[in-house]
């Protein structure tokens, strides 16, 4: 699993106080947590009430390259905050995300190519999330086909199926583990499957997201999922992803595998 961490964004009110005040050690804390944590790459996303996004992409993507060259997920809707935060990335990076509306496939799977980067691609539209699996590999196919215009290998793109809170959209979730299963057979090479794994306990009761969120991993990694966004600092989530791997075959058995793992 190529794990995302999630907590360098502006939704969070330490990283939304961090940009303000620019507190470089909060977020290179962070940077440096999730990185010990197992993560791979870490989303940059300056949240929803930044007033001058695209200077604090550039100084999130600045402060967290002063301490780590970890890959990183650049999270926004906008152009020029995606193109500040992509030339300023130390590694190979993540475009999160582009939708499959015409227009803006056209402009950032040419980005992608533009910096050597992989790509998020979510199965929404301007007419928004589809309810049912079948909606959403509609958009799906459009993303590949989209990709291979482009001439970019389909493996480098990420099909995001959207997965939505489950205390108001419960129908969602199984549809969800339908595309991630179904997306595999849209392309050869195949394009990856990727979830933002909180949505699905976003505004549940705070004793109930940790458990829905490593039950949802565990069954989401049953159906082939290749990469999320997730809370690496949730130690039961991460041994729950461990977990689910093993018996998916795709980590090694030993008695002491989660020791093992933990010390990685
Ligand atoms: N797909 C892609 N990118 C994404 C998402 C996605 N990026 C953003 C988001 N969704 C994934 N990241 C988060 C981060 C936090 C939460 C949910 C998704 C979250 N936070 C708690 C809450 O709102 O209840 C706590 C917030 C707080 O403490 O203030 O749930 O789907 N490609």
Redesign the pocket.
């Known amino acids: 699993m190529f794990i995302i961490g999630?907590r360098i964004?502006g939704?969070?009110?330490d990283v939304a106080k961090a940009i303000k005040d620019k507190d470089e050690s909060v977020i290179q804390e962070l940077a440096e947590k999730q990185t010990a944590c197992g993560a791979n790459s870490l989303?940059v996303?300056v949240g929803p009430a930044s007033s001058n996004p695209k200077e604090a992409m550039e100084w999130l993507v600045k402060t967290i390259g002063k301490v780590t060259d970890i890959s990183l997920t650049i999270?926004t809707t906008k152009q020029d905050v995606m193109e500040a935060g992509l030339g300023l990335c130390k590694s190979k990076p993540i475009i999160?995300?582009v939708n499959a509306n015409e227009e803006k496939m056209k402009n950032l799977f040419s980005l992608a190519k533009k910096y050597n980067a992989s790509i998020?691609g979510?199965t929404m539209d301007k007419a928004g999330i589809p309810k049912d699996s079948e909606g959403r590999l509609e958009l799906a196919i459009k993303l590949v086909a989209s990709c291979m215009e482009h001439g970019m290998d389909t493996s480098e793109l990420y099909i995001?199926a959207?997965?939505l809170p489950v205390n108001v959209a419960q129908p969602h979730a199984k549809e969800v583990l339908k595309t991630i299963r179904d997306a595999k057979v849209l392309a050869d090479p195949a394009p990856k499957t990727?979830?933002?794994?909180?949505?699905v306990?976003?505004?549940a009761p705070a004793g109930h997201?940790s458990l829905i969120n490593r039950t949802f991993l565990a069954m989401a990694i049953s159906s082939g999922l290749d990469a999320a966004?997730l809370?690496v600092t949730d130690k039961e989530l991460m041994d729950s992803l461990i977990t689910a791997e093993l018996l998916m075959e795709k980590q090694l058995y030993c008695d002491s595998y989660l020791d093992a793992y933990r010390k990685k």
């Open positions: 999630e964004n939704m969070f009110k989303d996303n999270d999160n995300s998020i979510l995001d959207v997965i990727v979830l933002g794994l909180s949505n306990s976003q505004s997201k966004i809370d």
